[in-house]
């Protein structure tokens, strides 16, 4: 499945923006491919997804679906900048973290670009992407970030010169969690879409189990528990009712208390599962009671994509941030802890 987002949705191009970077993100299930000038506007946008019937993401399928699909959308790419006569200064790759055999492939990809085009390589990491640019296009300044996808589930706020995770899941994360029963319910990958859906046709609520310890949240009871009313017979669309009621609320409280704790004023909904209407009421709400900002990343720019991670990359740029090729490994536990944010000195 191929996404194409329009450069106009998110930029006024100018005849001034002659220098741009490439960014290239793999971490899972997409391949994408980005173009973000140095005024750091996203002017291009194609990305690729790896799906199935049934079942769940093979990291070795979905790394040969990358292999297939890099060469094509890194075309695309080059010939966009080509037309529109911009000069590649850098290649941004997501080096994690991740699914490693996907990480690989856009690793290969970007060394391949910074070798043969003399451009120096910058390393990206997959979750900051995600927060800076639910912050650039939400119009935030110092949120309460939560993000969630597929593979994450964390409430980050930002302290000093790096984000800090104030809360976690303990176990999987909640897109993990709705894709898996999913796939337990018939649907292929990715899952989640089908299930919220699903949701939205009861009001049946169930009882299943609501588990935050501190700011953190586990989702693996909920799972367990709604396998085994699977097993029974259960109906689906309100079990999926349930589930969603039940683990967003979860994510709201532990948001509310990071908010309190903080003494913060804004909250960034981010990640793939940020396209959730409901998740996004349930926030709306809790921030219209504290009276705090609440913004949702654009729909297009929620999922993985190679656009965030050229945005990402013309953040650092002016900070001569890049690594040699022979030492770009990728990071599949890359933590966003150990990640420096030179451009956010000033908060604190």
């Known amino acids: 499945m191929e996404s194409v987002v329009s450069p106009s949705s998110y930029s006024q191009q100018s005849d001034q923006m002659d220098k741009a970077l490439i960014g290239i993100e793999s971490t899972a299930h997409t391949f994408g491919v980005g173009v973000c000038s140095l005024d750091h506007e996203i002017l291009f946008n194609h990305c690729s997804t790896f799906i199935t019937t049934e079942g769940g993401i093979h990291p070795r399928e979905a790394a040969r679906h990358h292999a297939n699909q890099a060469p ?8 966009f900048m080509d037309s529109s006569r911009l000069q590649l200064v850098g290649v941004s790759v997501a080096l994690g973290p991740g699914l490693g055999p996907c990480l690989r492939i856009g690793a290969v990809t970007a060394r391949a670009v910074s070798l043969k085009f003399g451009v120096p390589l910058l390393p990206i990491n997959h979750s900051v992407a995600h927060i800076e640019v639910a912050r650039k296009f939400s119009v935030t300044g110092d949120p309460v970030t939560l993000f969630v996808s597929g593979g994450n589930t ?9 984000y800090v995770v ?58 367990t528990h709604s396998r085994k009313l699977l097993s029974k017979g259960i109906d ?32 960034s909904l981010t990640g793939g599962v940020a396209r959730s209407r409901r998740l996004s009421s349930m926030l709306e ?9 609440f913004s949702v990343v654009p729909p297009d720019l929620a999922g993985d994509n190679g ?24 990071r599949p536990r890359w933590r966003i802890e150990k990640v420096y944010i030179p451009w956010r000195q000033s908060w604190v």
């Open 285 to 293: 709400e809790m921030c219209r009671e504290r009276n705090t900002k």
């Open 72 to 79: 094509r959308l890194l075309k695309k790419a080059l010939d």
């Open 166 to 223: 104030m809360g976690e899941t303990l176990d999987i994360s909640v897109g993990n969690l709705l894709d898996v029963l999913a796939r337990d319910m018939g649907f292929g990958y990715p899952g989640a879409p089908r299930l919220l859906e699903l949701a939205q046709a009861s009001t049946n609520f169930i009882e299943l189990p609501y588990s935050i310890k501190g700011q953190d949240v586990s989702f693996s009871g909920i799972l």
């Open 307 to 330: 656009a965030m991670i050229a945005y990402v990359g013309s953040l650092y740029y002016p900070y001569n941030y890049k690594i040699p090729v022979e030492q770009s490994f990728v």
């Open 236 to 267: 689906k669309a309100s079990l999926a009712f349930s589930v969603v009621e039940t683990s967003f609320s979860m994510l709201t409280e532990a948001v509310e208390r990071v908010l309190a704790f903080s003494g913060k004023k804004e909250v």
């Open 154 to 162: 964390a409430i980050v706020l930002f302290s000093a010169d790096k």
